[in-house]
């Protein structure tokens, strides 16, 4: 039993090693009846108990009967008996209440009226049912009783006149009747035998379940029986429960519609489930999927025989007798629930009032039909169980400070909540949090507590602030719904900024990037921290080193001043950071950043200056920053440079870069590269960059560029002994000689020698080599390999001195003479094919000028190109047509003609004896091109 729900007068029945019990939560919480109950039970004591939907009645030793609410009013109160009422029974319209006393009557009252009837069996009546249809009508005005007799009666009504008829449903013989349950149409009852039920619609007896072997005496422990359905029923006895099932026979094992005494009962009972407890059974109710047992423990230690001897001789003169022999060894009754498999799901341990002075017998448990509440019943208490609702579930929980699931549980299902709230459990669930120094749960706390509320919003930031710690709730503070005061945003940046730790101002940083400068007054921050920084730089120089790091408080500073559009000043500091040391502390927070990082630890694509040049067109601010930009990245620096040479032109970059020559040429290089004509004035240089740094590009440079004077860059690589680039520009300078010499001298590479001099376009020079060549044995023997496809080899042999002694010789011989008669082959085949084609095309032609053309007379053609009369109908004169489509009139022709034109193959006339001219226009237009072509060689 949760403490809780107890009196205080209860608390200090428990035992002191409550404690130690497994902490689960129960399924049910239990309430003490009081208002009349307790002025009742102080002078009478509870015997039984009848339970219904609306109300509940109670009986007792006295012989009272007692109507009461849910919460124990005493609703009505009926005198039927003179002594100990054993049952109670109400129909279940909740309009008639039956009871049955050792006084041997059976008194039913109605609960809303003064009817009463009364029964007198002369002995004691230990058990009473009514027909559950009791109220509607006479025809169900029946009842069963049952007690020491053994007999178990059905009053029901008939005989003369109105009257009422008696049967014996059982004759006895077999112990009292110690239970009577009734149900739709089956009435179970209880002996010391076993338990029988009868079908008073088929009016047959249908089962017998004999009482556990081995069992305790039936008036010692009482049989508890219980409807779960109109089908199913509970059966609770000592230390064993049975759960009965009634089935239909099949349909060929029925009995005849006349029942005779040897006839099978249509339905049966079987027996689904047995569990063996290891305690007494004081009553039995169905919850749900569950059973709920009044478990009754005897005390622990082996009783002796003379004691159990003791007892039973005191129990063969009374129950009550046996009970005070026994002497209350019982420990405190439990409320246990357990599954059909005899699973325990839950135990409570009951602290009912004298509990220690009673028995089995003495308890009973009642529950209210279709809900579920027990009533647990003992002579001088009554407590009503009920399954926890959430609050319940949340008071649990709160008790041992499990308010994670306590505020979880309510935020599932905050329409089930009666006494709590969210917001409630919320500010218990903060306090404990902060009182307990866990302030990073209660910051993930806070925006489900605030919500949209401002007002607790400023409450909880206020006292976050006063315990210091803005750190673990600034992640959480709305800065859009809802929206505080500009006040709280800058008390906030205001704490990290002032603080003397690096990891505030990294967090103060974070602030400024994530929260929007509208949220804030920008003035106002932005010279906190320009006097912040001043303040730091203050520091030190006075005392010569740095106990905090500024570059965060710089990086949040750039960004306060691209909010205020201010970027040159921003491009500064990224400058500026970038060329600042940075202290151990900062190097160690970026290592240990997640995210990708600049080489200063600045995140690329937010801190990027170059980002910020191009969005914002910064190239007038950057023309004195060459250096720093190249210093910062240099490739980066260079793409923005040359991209942008028009408005930061090569002649403000170079001189800054002055003395670093190695971005000098990435620079340079990279401007070439991009267009020839930039940067040309700077070609010279580039010469000795390219010497310095990237040897390979000097050669296409210097062939490339014409900008540059030969002298200079031939003593830039004289001074390096750049052979190849010498050898060019002496070619270049007239020097072909020189060169010629250098290349076999110097670098001794024939194929090279050849391309040079293929490359002059010089015949002289193959002569020049040939000679250089001859104190070369080496040289010679390249040169017998390789100059035969360029010059007579007969010139470089009749040059080779007598007793040079050559390698390979015959086989160089061997390969001019092949190569040789190669050439010869091929130009023979070449020749024939050359003459073959020639052939071919000449007769295409000569048939192509001997087929006629068409002429048509339009506008643009078939008219005469001189006097652009007709042509086709003009039979005065011949006609003249060109190949290119102009035709004339033979009159207009040789009319504008001279005498000495000149004959061509280029026009057909009217006779072939006639000398062939040019067609004037065309002749003109050839003229007119010749000489645009004189004029522009002249020039």
């Known amino acids: 039993m949760d403490p809780s729900l107890k009196d205080a007068d209860d608390l200090d029945e428990e035992e002191d090693d409550s404690s130690d019990e497994e902490d689960e939560e129960p399924k049910l919480k239990y309430q003490r009846l009081s208002s009349n109950v307790v002025e009742i039970l102080k002078r009478d004591s509870a015997s039984c108990m009848g339970i219904h939907d609306k109300f509940l009645a109670m009986g007792t030793h006295f012989g009272v009967v007692h109507v009461l609410d849910f919460i124990g009013v005493e609703i009505r109160r009926l005198p039927t008996h003179t002594t100990t009422i054993n049952a109670l029974s109400i129909d279940d319209s909740g309009e008639w209440i039956a009871s049955c006393s050792d006084d041997g009557k059976v008194c039913i009252h109605g609960i809303e009226s003064n009817d009463s009837f009364q029964y007198d069996y002369g002995r004691p009546v230990m058990a009473v049912a009514l027909d559950p249809q009791f109220g509607r ?42 239970a009577i349950e009734w149900r739709g149409p089956f009435i179970a009852w209880a002996n010391d035998l076993g338990v029988k039920v009868y079908d008073t619609e088929r009016q047959q007896r249908i089962t017998y379940i004999d009482r556990p072997k081995g069992s305790p005496r039936a008036d010692l422990y009482r049989c508890q029986l219980c409807w779960q359905d109109d089908m199913s029923l509970l059966i609770g006895w000592a230390d064993c429960i049975k759960i009965g099932r009634i089935r239909e026979r099949p349909s060929d094992s029925r009995a005849p519609r006349v029942p005779t005494a040897t006839a099978v009962p249509d339905r049966y009972v079987e027996i689904v489930a047995i569990i063996q407890t290891d305690y007494m059974v004081s009553g039995i109710a169905p919850f749900g999927e569950y059973l709920v047992v009044l478990a009754y423990l005897q005390a622990t230690g082996p009783m002796s025989p003379s004691t159990k001897a003791a007892i039973e001789s005191a129990a063969d003169q009374s129950p009550e007798a046996g009970q005070r022999a026994r002497g209350g060894s019982g420990q405190r009754p439990e409320l246990r629930i357990i599954t059909r498999s005899n699973d325990e799901v839950s135990t409570d341990a009951l602290s009912l009032h004298g509990w220690h002075q009673y028995e089995a017998a003495d308890y009973r448990l009642a529950a209210v039909p279709h809900e579920p509440l027990f009533f647990v019943v003992s002579p001088k208490d009554i ?27 309510a935020e599932t299902h905050p329409d089930q909540l009666r006494e709590h709230s969210v917001s409630a459990l919320g500010d218990t669930f903060m306090k404990y949090l902060l009182d307990k120094g866990d302030y990073t749960t209660a910051a993930r706390l806070t925006p489900k507590l605030a919500g949209d509320s401002d007002k607790l919003w400023h409450h909880w930031l206020y006292r976050f602030g006063q315990l210091g710690q803005y750190a673990a709730v600034a992640d959480f503070i709305p800065t859009g719904r809802p929206r505080l005061s500009d006040t709280v945003y800058e008390m906030v940046l205001g704490y990290f900024l002032n603080s003397s730790v690096l990891a505030d101002h990294v967090k103060f940083l974070e602030l400024v990037e994530k929260w929007s400068p509208a949220v804030y007054n ?6 906190a921290v320009e006097r912040r920084l001043q303040d730091l730089q203050a520091d030190i120089i006075l005392n010569a080193a740095s106990t905090t790091d500024e570059q965060p408080l710089l990086v949040a500073l750039a960004r306060l001043y691209t909010f205020d559009h201010q970027y040159d000043k921003t491009l500064h500091i990224y400058l500026k950071l970038h060329a600042a040391p940075r202290s151990a502390a900062s190097q160690s927070l970026a290592s240990g950043s997640s995210g990708a990082e600049s080489p200063r630890g600045l995140p690329p694509a937010s801190y990027d200056p170059f980002v910020l040049i191009r969005q914002h067109g910064l190239f007038d601010s950057i023309k004195d920053k060459v250096a720093q930009l190249m210093a910062y990245d240099a490739e980066q620096a260079t793409v923005l440079l040359t991209g942008h040479a028009e408005r930061i032109p090569p002649e403000v970059v170079v001189p800054q870069l002055a003395d670093q020559p190695r971005q000098l040429y990435r620079y340079l290089h990279q401007l070439f590269v991009k267009d020839p004509q930039l940067g040309k004035e700077f070609h010279e240089v580039q010469i000795a960059l390219y010497a310095d740094f990237d040897r390979a590009q000097l050669l296409p440079f210097l062939r490339q560029s014409e900008y540059y004077s030969p002298e200079k860059a031939f003593r830039i690589c004289q001074d390096r002994q750049l052979w190849p680039e010498m050898v060019f520009l002496m070619g270049r300078m007239g020097n ?18 050849i391309e040079f001099i293929e490359a002059q376009n010089d015949d002289d020079l193959w002569d020049d080599l040939i000679e250089a060549a001859m104190p070369h044995a080496a040289f010679v023997s390249q040169l017998l390999e390789h100059i035969g496809a360029y010059v007579d080899p007969i010139k470089l042999i009749k040059k080779i001195p007598n007793g040079l002694e050559l390698e390979r010789l015959r086989d160089r011989l061997v390969k001019i003479i092949s190569d040789y008669n190669l050439q010869m082959s091929l130009r023979e085949g070449c020749k024939e094919i050359l003459k073959a084609d020639c052939v071919e095309l000449l007769q295409r ?13 339009t506008e643009s053609s078939g008219r005469c190109s ?13 006609i003249i047509a060109f190949f290119c489509h102009h035709t004339y009139h033979q009159s207009c022709l040789f ?32 003229k007119a091109r010749n000489s645009r072509r004189t004029l522009s060689r002249t020039r």
């Not at 959430?390 to 979880?408: G, P, T």
């Not at 920008?522 to 010279?527: P, Y």
């Not at 072909?736 to 020698?753: E, F, P, R, S, Y």
Request: aromatic letters at 6%; charged letters at 25%.
């Open 137 to 178: 009508g006479k025809k169900h005005q029946q009842f069963a009783s049952g007690g020491r007799e053994g007999v178990l009666y059905l009053n029901h009504p008939g005989g003369w006149f109105g009257g009422r008829t008696e049967t014996k449903l059982h004759q006895g013989g077999e112990g009292p009747v110690y």
């Open 895 to 926: 009319g504008n003609e001279d005498k000495d034109a000149t004959v061509v193959s280029g026009a057909k006339s009217p006779d072939p004896g006639e000398k062939r001219i040019f067609c004037p226009i065309c002749q003109n237009l050839h």
């Open 866 to 878: 001189i006097c652009q009369g007709t042509i086709i109908n003009f039979r005065a004169v011949g």
């Open 845 to 857: 032609c000569t048939r192509l000028q001997r087929k006629g053309f068409r002429i048509e007379e």
């Open 383 to 409: 407590v009503l169980g009920r399954p926890r609702d959430l609050d319940d579930h949340i008071d649990w929980l709160v008790a041992r400070k499990r308010y994670d699931e306590a505020m979880h549980a």
């Open 736 to 753: 072909t000689k020189a060169a010629l010499h250098l290349l076999i001298d110097k670098i001794g590479d024939v194929q090279q020698a």
């Open 522 to 527: 920008l003035q106002n921050v932005t010279t």
